[in-house]
């Protein structure tokens, strides 16, 4: 029988060729392009403790937004003293005796004056903000480092663990001990294995929430350079603190100026509308509320600067203890492993001795960096 399927001629191939290599040609050099990307995204992004505060003050959206309030303020300063002076010349042009309160005030410079301390309050917002933002930046690295560590440390003691529990399982075999013996250990090596897979979580959580804070993608590789080692600081005097946290309350500051512009518009409203009128009254009366809420301030700030000793005091304690502690459970690990070595410890007294050691350094761990970040925030004055 003949064949009837019709074969192409060599052009038409030659045709065909060419168009499936107009079509997968773009296709591959996607795919490659994909691969580059995703290996280029592999490579880790390397930050200092001051690489990593400077790249999130050039990206961070609240010092842009602290900039604009800012301008705005000196725009509206600006307006408030062009205004004065217009109403200022107004008056006297006209000398109408049916002036209103608010141009009363306006030419007496009171609004000038009102603008200015708002001013005042949000340059010093600005101020905060950015150390606000250094404070969280600081607080995310720390905590990257801090869990890295941690997960470091548990990755050593697991695998010492496992060590052990190889150990543990020839002398089973060879019936030196008992099954619920190598039972008990090898459950303490699914236990840290459990502890080791948590911390890696707890890394990997710290390391999205340091992207998130500088501005970058959630899944961005980053390698931290500065680690956190024992350091000695001396706490400011309490004058000393009480001084940086006074300055640096925002609304500290705004009711101080408060009291004085109240006590100004007290003046201005006895000047135009007289003593026993109730415009003058309830400018009274606005005062003395500030006042009292000026007062709340200080004695807010009195606290905070008597708790901060107090915390001061309890985490020098902490750490203090923490190092002593990983000391001690560093001796025991030892002599417990020369101890098992003369047949004098068991498998699992090992194993124990290990786990205490590896909890001990994290603690340690932990605390250092506690005690590091609020040093920042003491120096920082919030």
């Known amino acids: 029988m003949k064949d009837n399927k019709k074969r192409l001629s060599w052009p038409q191939l030659v045709a065909v060729v060419l168009v499936l290599a107009m079509v997968l040609i773009p296709v591959i050099g996607a795919v490659m392009a994909i691969t580059s990307v995703n290996a280029q995204e592999m490579v880790a992004e390397e930050f200092s403790l001051e690489r990593a505060k400077e790249f999130a003050r050039e990206n961070n959206y609240d010092i842009a937004l602290s900039d604009l309030k800012h301008e705005s303020s000196e725009l509206g300063f600006k307006m408030a003293y062009e205004m004065e002076r217009d109403l200022e010349k107004m008056y006297h042009a006209t000398k109408s005796s049916k002036e209103a309160y608010q141009t009363y005030q306006a030419r007496q410079g009171y609004i000038t004056q009102k603008a200015e301390k708002g001013e005042k309050a949000l340059l010093l917002t600005n101020k905060i903000t950015e150390l606000g933002t250094d404070l969280a930046i600081e607080s995310a690295y720390y905590a990257v480092v801090e869990k890295e560590d941690i997960y470091n440390i548990k990755k050593k003691s697991y695998k010492n663990i496992e060590k052990q529990v190889n150990r543990s399982k020839i002398k089973y075999e060879l019936g030196q001990i008992s099954e619920l013996d190598y039972l008990q250990v090898e459950l303490k090596l699914d236990q840290a ?5 948590s911390s890696m979580a707890d890394y990997k959580k710290a390391v999205m929430d340091f992207n998130k804070q500088m501005g970058l993608t959630l899944s961005t590789e980053i390698a931290l350079v500065d680690r956190v080692e024992m350091f ?3 706490l400011p005097t309490y004058e000393e603190m009480l001084n940086k946290f006074t300055g640096n309350s925002v609304t500290y500051v705004m009711s101080k100026d408060n009291v004085e512009l109240l006590t100004r518009e007290v003046n201005l409203a006895r000047a135009f509308y007289g003593n026993r009128e109730p415009e003058h009254k309830d400018a009274i009366n606005k005062l003395e509320q500030e006042k ?14 008597r708790e901060t ?13 923490a190092d002593k502690a990983r000391g001690l459970y560093k001796k025991v690990a030892e002599v417990m492993a020369v101890k098992y070595e003369t047949g004098l410890a068991t498998d699992l007294e090992v194993v124990e ?20 970040l609020f040093t920042e925030q003491v120096e920082k004055g919030l």
């Open 292 to 305: 009292i809420n000026y007062n709340l301030e200080v004695i807010a700030l009195e606290k905070k600067t």
């Open 309 to 321: 000793v107090l915390d001061y005091n309890t985490l020098v304690s902490g750490l203090k203890v």
């Open 232 to 234: 000695e600081y001396k």
């Open 353 to 372: 001795a290990e786990l205490d050691y590896q909890n001990a350094e994290v603690d340690y761990i932990s605390a250092l960096h506690k005690y590091k």
């Open 193 to 197: 294995k459990m502890t080791l897979e």
